[in-house]
T-cell receptor, first 112, second 113 residues
Framework: DQQVKQNSPSLSVQEGRISILNCDYTNSMFDYFLWYKKYPAEGPTFLISISSIKDKNEDGRFTVFLNKSAKHLSLHIVPSQPGDSAVYFCAASPQGAQKLVFGQGTRLTINP | DTEVTQTPKHLVMGMTNKKSLKCEQHMGHRAMYWYKQKAKKPPELMFVYSYEKLSINESVPSRFSPECPNSSLLNLHLHALQPEDSALYLC????????????FGPGTRLTVL
């Protein structure tokens, strides 16, 4: 049972435009949601997180939106840059849990 | 210092070898993790250490043996591995506050021949 789903394996966006990566979850006990970026042969890099008591969190070009009723979160990157080309994983956990539950990842390609 | 470091970066070993992977963090995090990652897959949790004690073992085969000598160091001892164990091995550490953010090291690319 996949509790965190990223239904788009890949996404291609023009440089300078907005990239929107989506993530759905099924476990209503999740309190924390995180996004990671991963380049090939490197460890994932933490990007941004949000708590279930918020619906939006911003950090520079990255904004995460959370819709609890729909059990959906999204990561917006604007403007998209070539260096944003990577695999993006969303992850979730209940408060106090030691584990993160990861989605399968979305490969983002930014085209010049 | 906001970094998790891992050595070696690459490791090639035979099925009869014994080797160790090392991880270090100086962020004062008291939870440390070992993950295994295959290409095009998310990280797969192997072990969690909390306050230097093993708190989670995700039914990992005994040919993988973790060790936490102190709060900054984490080792993964490898013995009699199989070719299918070839993967990127990631170490991570976690803050004790916040939103359960885990910070990953660069990984060790392991190839078992």
């Amino acid at each position: 049972d996949q509790q965190v789903k990223q239904n788009s394996p890949s996404l291609s966006v023009q440089e300078g435009r907005i990239s929107i990566l989506n993530c759905d979850y099924t476990n209503s006990m999740f309190d924390y949601f995180l996004w990671y970026k991963k380049y090939p042969a490197e460890g994932p890099t933490f990007l941004i997180s949000i708590s279930s008591i918020k619906d939006k969190n911003e950090d520079g070009r990255f904004t995460v939106f959370l819709n609890k009723s729909a059990k959906h979160l999204s990561l917006h990157i604007v403007p998209s840059q070539p260096g944003d080309s990577a695999v993006y994983f969303c992850a979730a956990s209940p408060q106090g849990a030691q584990k993160l539950v990861f989605g399968q990842g979305t490969r983002l390609t930014i085209n010049p | 210092d906001t970094e998790v470091t891992q050595t070696p970066k690459h490791l090639v070993m035979g099925m009869t070898n014994k080797k160790s992977l090392k991880c270090e963090q100086h962020m004062g995090h008291r939870a440390m993790y070992w993950y295994k990652q295959k290409a095009k897959k998310p990280p797969e949790l192997m072990f969690v250490y909390s306050y230097e004690k093993l708190s989670i073992n995700e039914s990992v085969p005994s040919r993988f043996s973790p060790e936490c000598p102190n709060s900054s160091l984490l080792n993964l001892h490898l013995h009699a591995l199989q070719p299918e164990d070839s993967a990127l091995y990631l170490c991570a550490s976690r803050t004790s506050g916040g939103y359960n953010e885990q910070f990953f090291g660069p990984g060790t690319r392991l190839t078992v021949l």
